[in-house]
């Protein structure tokens, strides 16, 4: 049983670029959450899905990001014209609607904008 | 209002002695859950342990223990024997509303260094 995965684990850019983060959940998982962690605090939501359809957003959320799940499986987080308040960790997790409540997190993926 | 206090950002802890992390929470929902992660320098979060609001006892696996006061509203966590392999990160979360899977919010953290 894989866990859930995130790629890239690193990622630098310049200021205005743009970023895409893919996650891959446990694979039985139908729901999937974006989290931002930055330093020195917990992580914040910004997304969930169940299954492809996305069900709430945060108000950090800008209109900067755009996440999606088109399949249901894999979801992608991009970001525009990335500033440097963008830097952090973006952790993604998973769990099975009804079974339990524990989410799985993957290892994150660290953005640093330059 | 934060939802999660944890007023601890820092502890130590000699190895094989416990440790209690405190947790205070803040919630109108009479139905919610309380998380326990651990995130070693690597960044992962590894889920500890959970304990629902309704449920009469404190939850236990293995070393942890949840020492849950309903109406103190405070769910500290407690590692017993602590050995060296548990200094990390250690965040507080809840969910609100009576299903499960909702995202979670979490504490600020506690940074737990075990001692030899």
């Known amino acids: 049983d894989t866990g859930v995965s995130q790629d890239p684990r690193h990622k630098i850019t310049k200021r205005g670029q743009n970023v895409t983060f893919r996650c891959d959940p446990i694979?039985?998982?139908?729901?999937l959450y974006w989290y931002r962690q930055t330093l020195g605090q917990g992580p914040e939501f910004l997304t969930y899905?169940?299954?492809?359809?996305?069900l709430e957003k945060s108000r950090l959320l800008s209109d900067r990001f755009s996440a999606e799940r088109p399949k249901g499986s894999f979801s992608t987080l991009e970001i525009q014209r990335t500033e440097q308040g963008d830097s952090a960790m973006y952790l993604c997790?998973?769990?099975?609607w009804g079974q339990g409540n524990e989410q799985y997190f993957g290892p994150g993926t660290r953005l640093t904008v330059t | 209002a934060q939802k999660i206090t944890q007023t601890q950002p820092g502890m130590f802890v000699q190895e094989k002695e416990a440790v209690t992390l405190d947790c205070t929470y803040d919630?109108?929902?009479?139905?919610?859950?309380l998380f326990w992660y651990k995130q070693p320098s690597s960044g992962e979060m590894i889920f500890l342990i959970y304990?629902?609001?309704?449920?009469?006892q404190n939850a236990t696996e293995g070393r942890y223990s949840l020492n849950f006061q309903k109406a103190r509203k405070s769910a500290n966590l407690v590692i017993s024997a602590s050995q060296l392999g548990d200094s990390a990160m250690y965040f507080c979360?809840?969910?609100?509303?009576?299903?499960?899977?909702?995202?979670?919010?979490f504490g600020k953290g506690t940074r737990l260094s075990v001692i030899a």
């Open positions: 997790a998973s769990s099975l």
């Open positions: 919630t109108s929902d009479q139905s919610y859950g």
């Open positions: 304990q629902g609001s309704y449920d009469e």
């Open positions: 979360a809840m969910r609100e509303g009576p299903t499960g899977n909702t995202p979670l919010v």
């Open positions: 694979s039985e998982h139908n729901r």
């Open positions: 899905f169940q299954n492809e359809a996305q």
